[in-house]
């Protein structure tokens, strides 16, 4: 697989390097993917930011919650249960 391959599918760059998946966050409930919002300067070897650089241009920040859940999906359940109508009986 060529390098402009890689560049294109972040899929495929982290299935070509796997140990770079822990600086990939995935929202449990809509399969987001983007990297950790800490994600250093460098990953790897020091003074070596092919990795990082890499992920960022493969991927924006993403946030998750404790549960695993990005800001969309937990705006969009707020939502839900706020519009939801009142299930008392």
């Given at each position: 697989m060529?390098?402009?391959t890689?560049l294109?599918?972040?899929?495929?760059?982290?299935?070509?390097f796997?140990?770079?998946n822990?600086?990939?966050?995935?929202?449990?409930?809509?399969?987001?993917?983007?990297?950790?919002?800490?994600?250093p300067e460098?990953?790897?070897q020091?003074?070596?930011?092919?990795?990082?650089?890499t992920?960022?241009?493969?991927?924006?920040?993403?946030?998750v919650?404790?549960?695993?859940?990005?800001d969309?999906?937990?705006?969009?359940n707020?939502?839900?249960k706020a519009?939801?109508?009142?299930?008392?009986?």
């Amino acid at each position: 697989m060529s390098w402009s391959t890689f560049l294109g599918d972040g899929e495929s760059y982290l299935a070509s390097f796997p140990k770079l998946n822990r600086w990939i966050n995935r929202c449990v409930a809509c399969g987001r993917v983007g990297h950790k919002p800490e994600l250093p300067e460098h990953v790897g070897q020091p003074h070596f930011n092919l990795g990082a650089s890499t992920l960022r241009r493969l991927f924006e920040p993403l946030e998750v919650d404790e549960n695993g859940v990005c800001d969309q999906c937990q705006l969009a359940n707020e939502r839900l249960k706020a519009n939801a109508p009142d299930q008392q009986a």
